[in-house]
Nanobody, 116 residues
Framework: QVQLVESGGGLVQPGGSLRLSCAASGNIFSIGHMGWYRQAPGKERELVATITSGGSTNYVDSVKGRFTISRDNAKKTVDLQMNSLKPEDTAVYYC??????????WGQGTQVTVSS
């Protein structure tokens, strides 16, 4: 069984920073392609950032220049550094891991609230 556990969410003022972390555990030799998604109230879940097993990254336009995704293969973790946070970044953030063979896993989510 594979588990993804997110941490690092919380309440932050506009302009502030948070760092989310996701740790993979269970029956895996290595982590696959990793991603962060978010879902705001009343909205669909959207992709925020991805990082492939080779280290290539991709970001949704709204977070480019503010968020940075990174991975540590030895620790089986993926982080999302979020700077210059805006109220519209408020959402539940989910960690995702997928493999080329179709296996796909989700974390339970962590709340990020940006408010003064």
């Amino acid at each position: 069984q594979v588990q993804l556990v997110e941490s690092g969410g919380g309440l932050v003022q506009p302009g502030g920073s948070l760092r989310l972390s996701c740790a993979a555990s269970g029956n895996i030799f290595s982590i696959g392609h990793m991603g962060w998604y978010r879902q705001a109230p009343g909205k669909e879940r959207e992709l925020v950032a991805t990082i492939t097993s080779g280290g290539s990254t991709n970001y949704v336009d709204s977070v480019k220049g503010r968020f940075t995704i990174s991975r540590d293969n030895a620790k089986k973790t993926v982080d999302l550094q979020m700077n210059s946070l805006k109220p519209e970044d408020t959402a539940v953030y989910y960690c995702n891991m997928y493999y080329n063979n179709g296996r796909n896993y989700w974390g339970q989510g962590t709340q990020v609230t940006v408010s003064s």
